[in-house]
Each structure stands twice: as C-alpha cells, then as structure tokens.
C-alpha cells in the first residue's frame, strides 16, 4: 500500500534575543518550540506532510521564582534586623525617628541608612572569633543574607534580579541555587580569612558568584554563541569594574574575590551544556542513521568540567581547615592586603573596631575614643552597652 513520506521532526534553531551574556551582544542559538508548523511541499501525487517541530528540553526556557523568593528574603531579613535594632531604645541619637524602632543610626556609625554592627552580630554577621572560637561555622553562611543598611540592600538586590534571573531561566533553579549559596560561602570563606577584624554581611560574594558562571559558561558553551568575543569582552569588562571598585575602604573584595573564584569553577560544573551535534542526533526523525555516533559533550568540556570539580573539592576543604584552624591568610602573604583597599592621600584602609573608655559622673557619661583620643561627655545614666558602642563609633569615626 503506497503511502505519502513519514512526517519528520525536525530540530529549528534561532538567534535568541533574549539571551546576552552580561548584557554584551553574544547571541546564542536555541532550539524552540512552534505552535503551528509550515507544510512541506509533496512530491506530485503525494499528501504533503507536516514538519513537526520539537521542543528541546535541554535548552527549554525555565519559569524563574528563585531569584525573586531570594530577594524577598533579604529584604525580609533586613526588616527583621532593623525592627531586633530598635534604635530609638538602643541609641542616643537616630536618622528618620518618625519611623520608630525601623528607625537608622546615624551616619557617623553606619553611612548605609542600616542597623548597628551589634545588631548584625546578633542577627548572625561574619565573625571570625565566633567561627574559630565558638564553632559557629554556620556564620559563613547566615552573613549572606543580611545587609549593612538600605543602599547595600537596594544595589545588591537590583543586581541579583539583573544577573539571576536570566540565569535561572536558562539552567533552571536547582543549578542557579547552589551556585548562589555555593559562591556566597566561598566568598564568606576567603572574606574570613583575610579580614578577620570586622564583621561581614552581603549577597555580593554571592552575587560575583553569578557573574563568575556567567565567564564559565560563556567559556564552556563557545561553540553556541553567535557573537563570541563581544560577548567574552563585555562580561570580562564588566567583572573588572566591579572588582575595582572592591579597592575602595569599607568594602570587602575578598569575599568578591572568593564568589568570583567560586562560580567561576562551579560553572564549569553547573552550567555545561550538550552541544548541537548530540542534539540534533539525539532528535533526529525516526529511522534517521547519523554517520557516526556523537557524545554529549565534547572533550574541552569533559576536561573543564573534571578540573574545575577537583579544585572547588580542595579549595574549600583547604580553606575551611585553615580558618577552623585560626590561620591569618596575610602571615603568608604581605602584600595581598591591597587586594581589598589600595591607601591613598584620600582615604585609609584602617577599619579596625571603635575601641573607648567609658565611665560616669553622677547621671553624665564621659566616652573616649582609644585611637584618636577624642572625648565626649553625654547626660545619660545608665546606658546600655550598643549605646555606649554607638557613642564609641561616632567619636572614633
């Protein structure tokens, strides 16, 4: 019984608009999915038979929801930190009383519209002491989710919806999540043993994370982007501004660095992707014989992919043993300090505490600052310790 052609399943592949690494012109193909397919003309006498294309599900478009449940929860946590910081009971003076218990430290204290270095030390900040001391690892990875004040919290989150959700609509939210988290203990982990004076909070660890398994993936899926050096150029330009700007004081690029570091092997892990000669293989129309039979992925990746698993394995198992062990990361390296702050006539990289001396006279406290010798006497009686530390900030800032 003579019949028409058997309809074929074909694999169509377009330019994707949508998709720019670090917002640089490096298109890359996609295989989508057509709603109502063309006809393919028939030989005379013959029905003609439709192209049914296929979707593929290695490359398919994810609906993002974790990067957004992710912002929320920051800023949720920064509102629970702000309302434990209760300014107005904790401290002599504040910005924005009207707000009540949401109300700010003064700038001298913190210049980010946010809560005392008390309050995020007990709200879980990055204390190196609590970690080697007390055994409260889990400061690596609770200092991620808290915030110095309204403008860390407003750049970092504007930055995560930018960066993350192209991502998770791309690898989906289970690769995406370990990446964030992954990164955000890497860079707590490199930040501790660099800086082990101050405390840290911040996504941005996490954050050059993202932005680390941007390059990787850009590096590991090169034979899919259409523009491939103007996309590498861009991304590279624009993870060496950020990593500048980490040169400033009261910033800690360590824990950009150790992010950046961290996504940038996790993407050779997370982010690979099969290239399109095992895809059209693998979606080829019935009865289809390939002249040969293709891998998943092609060697460099397989290569990547093993080097990078080995060295994040020794890295953080590495680095967890020296930082449990109270090893200061700058005995063994003198000069890696300027890779947080550059000292110039403008500025000092000197972030140490605000230490003081505090004592009172009848219902009046005298306050002195240890580092600049600067007094202060204050009509208060009974003052409570995060008042007397506000007081300390303001007189050694």
């Known amino acids: 019984m003579a019949g028409g052609p058997p309809s ?5 592949v377009l330019p994707s608009s949508s998709r720019r690494s670090g917002g640089g012109g490096g298109g890359v193909v996609h295989p989508v999915e057509v709603d109502s397919p063309p006809s393919r003309p028939a030989s005379a006498g013959a029905t003609p038979s439709p192209i049914v294309y296929k979707e593929v599900k290695h490359f398919k478009k994810w609906m993002p929801w974790l ?23 904790n401290s002599v003076s504040c910005i924005a009383r009207f707000l009540g218990r949401f109300s700010f430290q003064p700038f001298k204290e913190n210049p980010l519209l946010g809560p005392s270095s008390s309050t995020l030390q007990k709200m879980g900040a990055l204390k190196v002491s609590k970690v080697v001391d007390k055994h409260q690892a889990w400061l690596l990875i609770t200092c991620i989710w808290l915030h110095g004040g309204v403008f860390h919290l407003l750049a970092n989150m504007l930055s995560l919806l930018v960066i993350g ?10 690769r995406i999540g370990l990446l964030y988290i992954i990164s955000g203990l890497g860079g707590s982990l490199m ?18 994370g993202l932005l680390g398994g941007m390059l990787s993936e850009l590096i590991t899926n090169w034979t ?14 624009i993870i060496v501004i950020n990593l500048a700007v980490g040169i400033l004081p009261h ?8 992010g950046f570091l961290s996504g940038f092997f996790l993407g050779f892990v997370f982010l690979i992707r099969p290239h399109f000669g095992w895809v059209n293989q693998r979606y080829a129309p019935p009865g289809y014989s390939p002249n040969s039979v293709r891998s998943k992925f092609k060697m460099y990746q397989c290569i990547l992919w093993l080097v990078s698993l080995i060295i994040l394995i020794i890295g953080f198992t590495v680095g967890l043993v020296m930082l449990l062990r109270g090893v200061d990361a700058n005995d063994h390296c003198s000069w890696c300090h300027y890779l947080s702050c550059v000292p110039t006539s403008h500025w000092s990289c000197n972030t140490e505490p ?3 001396t505090a004592y009172e006279i009848g219902s009046q406290l005298n306050v002195t600052c240890a580092t ?26």
């Open 8 to 12: 074929e399943v074909q694999i169509r």
């Open 67 to 89: 990067i957004p449940a992710f912002v929320v929860a920051n800023t949720v946590m920064f509102i629970i930190t702000m309302y434990v910081n209760d300014c107005p009971k």
């Open 165 to 174: 959700i192209r991502l998770e609509q791309e690898f989906g939210f289970v």
């Open 191 to 208: 930040s501790a043993l660099f800086i082990q004076s101050n405390i840290s909070v911040g996504a941005s660890g996490a954050l050059f």
């Open 224 to 237: 899919i982007y259409a523009n491939k050096v103007a996309a590498f150029m861009t991304l590279v330009v």
């Open 251 to 258: 910033v800690d690029n360590f824990a950009h660095i150790g």
């Open 354 to 356: 605000a230490q003081c």
């Open 372 to 397: 600049n010798g600067k007094s202060g006497l204050y009509n208060l009686s009974n003052p409570s310790d995060s008042q007397i530390q506000g007081l300390c900030s303001q007189l050694c800032n």
